[in-house]
T-cell receptor, first 116, second 114 residues
């Protein structure tokens, strides 16, 4: 699959488990994002990586830990989650032009996470 | 920080009618306003976007208008079809930082009835 690929598509984990979500983009973009999508809520921006450096952390609890080893891959490490963390986690990427103007963000299919 | 309000939360129309979704934003520095469509079980996909240097943009049956003074923008879908049924999200983003900090509205669930 081209574009932005997320794995796994579905994940069920206990509150004491440790798991990781993976995102890979094949678009040559230089910025990657994690969003959380809960029912009846806006898409919430969690983290932003630009040129492999974390540039935004929107008050996300430390039980969520992002990692960006290179410009094509983004991970979200999860540990000791709560049931209210159950949601669809979406990864996105975009290309930041030199002039600073914003461009389209491409989303992955998401990982449906259920915390039991 | 930026805050985006979107209305209505649900919209039901008959096939062939028009649909209008409205959004307001708070950060006057925002200059990029995309609209995404998310079908059930699928990823959000961009359908149209507008930048602050234009007031209106059209692409076939879809148009977006922007009023910078009032800080609101709207999505217009004409001649709606059942395949337009989906959740639509507006977003706003301010420049700078070398990345796209999109802040989304809560979404509008559009149902088009044959």
């Amino acid at each position: 699959e081209t574009g932005v690929t997320q794995t796994p598509r579905h994940l069920v984990m206990g509150m004491t488990n440790k798991k990781s979500l993976k995102c890979e983009q094949h678009l040559g973009h230089n910025a990657m994002y994690w969003y959380k999508q809960s029912a009846k809520k806006p898409l919430e921006l969690m983290f932003v990586y630009s040129l492999e450096e974390r540039v935004e952390n929107n008050s996300v609890p430390s039980r969520f830990s992002p990692e960006c080893p290179n410009s094509s891959h983004l991970f979200l490490h999860l540990h000791t989650l709560q049931p209210e963390d159950s949601a669809l986690y979406l990864c996105a990427s975009s290309q930041a032009p030199g002039g600073g103007g914003n461009t389209e963000a491409f989303f992955g299919q998401g990982t449906r996470l259920t915390v039991v | 920080g930026e805050n985006v309000e979107q209305h209505p939360s649900t919209l039901s129309v008959q096939e062939g009618d028009s649909a209008v979704i409205k959004c307001t934003y708070s950060d006057s520095a925002s200059n990029y306003f995309p609209w995404y469509k998310q079908e059930l079980g699928k990823r959000p996909q961009l359908i149209i976007d507008i930048r602050s240097n234009v007031g209106e943009k059209k692409d076939q049956r879809i148009a977006v208008t922007l009023n910078k003074t009032a800080k609101h923008f709207s999505l217009h879908i004409t001649e709606t079809q059942p395949e337009d049924s989906a959740v639509y999200f507006c977003a706003a983003s301010a420049p700078g930082g070398g990345y796209n900090k999109l802040i989304f509205g809560a979404g509008t669930r559009l149902a088009v009835h044959p």
